[in-house]
């Protein structure tokens, strides 16, 4: 286990890039996922995406504060509702804006071993999903922000 570098956004064009599906699941994406994790805790996060670590692979880790989950490949399937979410990313630092987001996703993906699995997202969890899959086709929260609210934040 090991602490990546976060890619920053205008460093590197590696976030504005598609990420390739995954089809080996061994020793080297689980490394993979742990280094994620450990990255994702490090610096404070609630997910982190392949890309963030230079890494142009689907995959995605997401703790809300609910348990660590992994997901490998993951699509939304189903999506309802709408909320209005405060969003920042571990690749723009000590910024923050408004986006609009599905208030409830379902998405289906792989785990680490390959087995597919369903998993459903409510508020936070549903916009920390749609944030870290966004990632994975180059998209950052900032090409969706309605608004700029850095100024009314502290920063971390
Ligand atoms: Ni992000």
Known sequence: MAIRKIVVLGEDDV???H??????FDKRLWTL??????????ADGAG??????GILKRVVVVDVGEGLIELVNPEIIAAEGVQTCV?????VPGKRGTVERPA???VHAQDRKGRHIEVEGEGFLAQAFCHELDHL?????VDKMIEDVTDQYEED
């Open 15 to 17: 976030l504005r890039k």
């Open 19 to 24: 990420a390739r599906k995954v089809d080996t």
């Open 137 to 141: 086709d180059g998209v950052v929260y």
């Open 87 to 91: 969003e920042g990313c571990l690749s």
């Open 33 to 42: 996922l742990d280094d994620m994790a450990d990255t994702m805790y490090e």
């Open 48 to 53: 982190l995406a392949a890309p963030q670590v």
């Open 104 to 106: 409830k996703v379902r």
